[in-house]
């Protein structure tokens, strides 16, 4: 157990709304991320942190915006929601003991724009 | 760009038989590998990895085979049990230490008891 949270877990929005998302770990290490996932496209990596207010974006970050400003948690803000961001979002982490990068994942959150 | 590919959406394989699931990479520089396992409504495990130098890796009843020449690997369950039916991801990385993981598409296994 990798002691990573995400909330909410289910998102009803409307277009145009702004929707914030956080994950949450207990364990501080260094590096987190933000991806989607949808039916054909797998997980695509959005942003990710590699420490304090460290960011940089993943290959599907137009409309989304990140904010490390604690180690322990790592928010994914859309400014404003369209159809195309409905999907599931996961957050990882990469434990900072591993040599290779295993990432360990978050229970999701579905959002429905 | 698919620099990962797994090119079947979905295997069905009796109970006791093996399962092969498989993914091609294009991206040469790829030089970690792993497998990710995934029920309905929760994140992605990980299952199994293994780095270039090797071209197996095993655990249990999971061993991930790479051949780097025909730049593809595979997972192999033996014996396929019904837990086993998830969605299975595999995913690559670039230049070991590298903090970005590649995903694949996905592939559904159906284990038929």
């Known amino acids: 157990d990798a002691g990573i949270t995400q909330s909410p877990r289910h998102k009803v929005t409307e277009t145009g709304t702004p929707v914030t998302l956080r994950c949450h770990q207990t364990?501080?290490?260094?590096?987190m991320y933000w991806y989607r996932q949808d039916p054909g496209h797998g997980l695509r990596l959005i942003h990710y942190?590699?420490?304090?207010?460290?960011?940089d974006k993943g290959e599907v970050s137009d409309g989304y915006s990140v904010s490390r400003s604690k180690t322990e948690d790592f928010l994914l803000t859309l400014e404003s929601a369209t159809s195309s961001q409905t999907s599931v979002y996961f957050c990882?982490?990469?434990?900072?003991?591993?040599?290779?990068?295993?990432?360990?994942f978050g229970p999701g959150t579905r959002l429905t724009v | 760009d698919q620099q990962v590919k797994q090119n079947s959406p979905s295997l069905s394989v009796q109970e006791g038989r093996i399962s092969i699931l498989n993914c091609d990479y294009t991206?040469?520089?790829?030089?970690?590998f792993l497998w990710y396992k995934k029920y309905p409504a929760e994140g992605p495990t990980f299952l199994i990895s293994?780095?270039?130098?090797?071209d197996k890796n095993e655990d249990g009843r999971f061993t991930v085979f790479l051949n780097k020449s025909a730049k593809h690997l595979s997972l192999h369950i033996v014996p396929s049990q019904p837990g086993d039916s998830a969605v299975y991801f595999c995913?690559?990385?670039?230049?070991?230490?590298?903090?970005?993981?590649?995903f694949g598409t996905g592939t559904r296994l159906t284990i038929i008891p």
């Open positions: 990882a982490i990469r434990p900072d003991y591993y040599s290779y990068n295993e990432q360990f």
């Open positions: 364990e501080n290490h260094r590096y």
């Open positions: 942190s590699y420490g304090v207010k460290d960011t």
């Open positions: 991206n040469s520089m790829f030089d970690y």
């Open positions: 293994i780095s270039s130098i090797k």
């Open positions: 995913a690559a990385s670039a230049n070991f230490g590298n903090e970005k993981l590649t």
